[in-house]
């Protein structure tokens, strides 16, 4: 079946180190995002890419970086410079073509948890 | 920028009672509007979205939803909730010029009771 896949499912991380979480996806979507979910503070958007080689800012980027290298992967690096970063980081792709166009598919997400 | 509210935080139901969460939308310009939902331990998933044409669109699990454009509502509904529609409910806003950024409501959670 198609999907999202994303790694690990929980992670504990000291203060002052950098994590990252892997995404990937083999639904041949173009457009890729980071969500962070906050209890109560819905999901915001952390960084996106619409194609390959190609990425940008959401509304939270600060303290994150991301790579996309390959259509299928969109890895998301928490650094020490993110002063809150204990939080379920949930990513998604989107497919611009068909009856489908517009809607965000997710993943698992991933819990993070700073120690 | 786009903003979301969704009106009720926390809703507790019992089995048969209707439902209606509310959801408005600040943008300027045309949006697509979708409502998710995130049953316990599974996937956000898509609930019913709307693009263009009638107002009144359906999803799965009977849940409906009517986008009024004057009021900047997308306005989630079901007549009977069951237990099983235990859940977190997002509504979501994408501008049809930038459709890269989608925003979120802040979410409700729906406690139905047996």
């Known amino acids: 079946d198609g999907g999202i896949t994303q790694s690990p499912k929980y992670l504990f991380r000291k203060e002052g180190q950098n994590v990252t979480l892997s995404c990937e996806q083999n639904?041949?979507?173009?457009?890729m995002y980071w969500y962070r979910q906050d209890p109560g503070q819905g999901l915001r958007l952390i960084y996106y890419?619409?194609?390959?080689?190609?990425?940008q800012k959401g509304d939270i980027a600060e303290g994150y970086s991301v790579s996309r290298e390959k259509k299928e992967s969109f890895p998301l690096t928490v650094t020490s410079a993110q002063k809150n970063p204990t939080a379920f980081y949930l990513c998604?792709?989107?497919?611009?073509?068909?009856?489908?166009?517009?809607?965000?598919?997710f993943g698992a997400g991933s819990r993070l948890t700073v120690l | 920028a786009q903003s979301v509210s969704q009106h009720n935080h926390h809703v507790i139901l019992s089995e048969a009672a209707s439902l209606e969460l509310g959801c408005n939308y600040s943008?300027?310009?045309?949006?697509?509007l979708f409502w998710y939902v995130q049953y316990p331990g599974q996937h956000l998933q898509l609930l019913l979205k709307?693009?263009?044409?009638?107002?009144l669109v359906k999803g799965i699990k009977g849940f409906e939803a009517e986008f009024i454009k004057s009021k900047f509502s997308f306005n989630l509904r079901k007549p009977s909730v069951q237990w099983s529609d235990t859940a977190e409910y997002f509504c979501?806003?994408?501008?049809?010029?930038?459709?890269?950024?989608?925003?979120f409501g802040d979410g409700t959670t729906l406690t139905v009771k047996p």
């Open positions: 639904l041949n979507h173009d457009a």
């Open positions: 943008y300027g310009g045309t949006v697509n």
């Open positions: 998604a792709s989107r497919d611009w073509r068909g009856s489908g166009a517009n809607v965000l598919t």
């Open positions: 979501a806003v994408t501008p049809r010029t930038n459709a890269g950024k989608s925003t």
């Open positions: 709307y693009f263009s044409g009638d107002p």
């Open positions: 890419s619409q194609i390959v080689n190609d990425f």
